[in-house]
Nanobody, 125 residues
Framework: QVQLVESGGGLVQAGGSLRLSCAAS????????MGWFRQAPGKEREFVAA????????SYADSMKGRFTISRDNLKNTVYLQMNSLKTEDTGVYSC??????????????????WGQGTQVTVSS
């Protein structure tokens, strides 16, 4: 397993941008597929975006398409989530997750076996 640490959350006005980072420990990060999820108060964890390892195939939740971009830098053992045109409904705790399958990512949180502690994103109106 890898250890994951998120950063980059904060308070931003609606329409603004944030870039989240997820730093992973371990030398095999490049072989992991990665996902971002979020959880708002009183709601279930929700898929945001995912990316496979070497090929970097990405997928997004419909409500994030065109606004969010997931990317990774395998030399820095880091996956990013660029969030633009933020809305108040994007508020929540954002967590990254990892699975050692390099070819396949998933929208299901149960697929991932390593999780970070999360970073709070608050979008004000």
């Amino acid at each position: 397993q890898v250890q994951l640490v998120e950063s980059g959350g904060g308070l931003v006005q609606a329409g603004g941008s944030l870039r989240l980072s997820c730093a992973a420990s371990g030398r095999t990060f490049s072989s992991y597929s990665m996902g971002w999820f979020r959880q708002a108060p009183g709601k279930e964890r929700e898929f945001v975006a995912a990316i496979t390892s070497n090929s970097g195939i990405t997928s997004y939740a419909d409500s994030m398409k065109g606004r969010f971009t997931i990317s990774r830098d395998n030399l820095k053992n880091t996956v990013y989530l660029q969030m633009n045109s933020l809305k108040t409904e994007d508020t929540g705790v954002y967590s990254c997750a990892a699975n050692p399958n390099r070819y396949y990512s998933s929208r299901s949180p149960t697929y991932y076996n390593s999780w970070g502690q999360g970073t709070q994103v608050t979008v004000s109106s």
